[in-house]
């Protein structure tokens, strides 16, 4: 058998010169973004007050469907709620005093409500075995009729997480379906019984604590 080839980033640059050409605008231009200053502190008031939820909504379906990134539902807001000029002047300027109350936020899903009042928590399933945490979250979306099935999972022994949107829909009772559907494939595919639809909240945060994914 022919041994594989680990492919790097680099590389990936090398073999395409409009990609590469692209990074390096876009590096360039991070590189010489504003300085940030000691006096703005960002945190949920900012966030709240500039957030897009139009930019979001496009975003998410464009950017997250199906692709696993890393972080929680925090960094998704401010990956696809602002613009890059914006994301960044966010990042240099996280109020840490918040950081952490965000990141709680984020893990139980209730910060997307406190920052629009489009989304509404529908349900959520969550499998747990020795190794991972797999959560399914169902959010609908007031402004275009839309149901979203997020997937979030946590690896506990590296305390690293990733979510993705992973099925959009108009119809509750074949979302909600979806949901369970994939917890059932879990079970079986783990061969465990684990699955719960109460005290999930505290659950979740029993084995993560916000200061072990403070930087991703």
């Not at 000691?38 to 966030?47: N, P, R, S």
Request: aromatic share 14%; hydrophobic share 30%; with cysteine.
């Amino acid at each position: 058998m022919k041994k594989k080839t680990l492919v790097t980033f680099d590389d990936i640059l090398d073999k395409s010169p409009k990609i590469k050409k692209k990074f390096e605008k876009f590096q360039k231009k991070y590189q010489n973004r504003p300085k940030p200053s000691k006096k703005l502190k960002i945190g949920l008031k900012y966030i709240k007050k500039y957030f897009n939820l139009d930019l979001f909504l496009k975003k998410i379906e464009k950017y997250n469907y199906r692709y696993f990134d890393e972080g929680d539902m925090l960094d998704r807001v401010i990956q696809y709620g602002f613009e890059q000029d914006e994301v960044w002047k966010i990042q240099d300027h996280f109020n840490e005093n918040e950081y952490e109350k965000l990141h709680n936020l984020a893990f139980r899903y209730d910060l997307l409500p406190k920052i629009t009042n489009n989304f509404v928590e529908i349900d959520f399933m969550a499998n747990e075995t020795l190794e991972r945490w797999t959560g399914v979250s169902i959010l609908y979306s007031k402004i275009n009729s839309k149901y979203y099935l997020f997937i979030d999972e946590i690896t506990k022994d590296e305390g690293k997480q990733g979510n993705c949107l992973f099925f959009k829909s108009k119809n509750k009772k074949l979302i909600k379906n979806k949901m369970v559907k994939i917890i059932q494939e879990i079970d079986k595919e783990n061969n465990t019984s684990k699955s719960v639809n109460i005290n999930w909240k505290e659950n979740y945060l029993s084995f993560i604590t916000p200061s072990s994914l403070l930087h991703h």
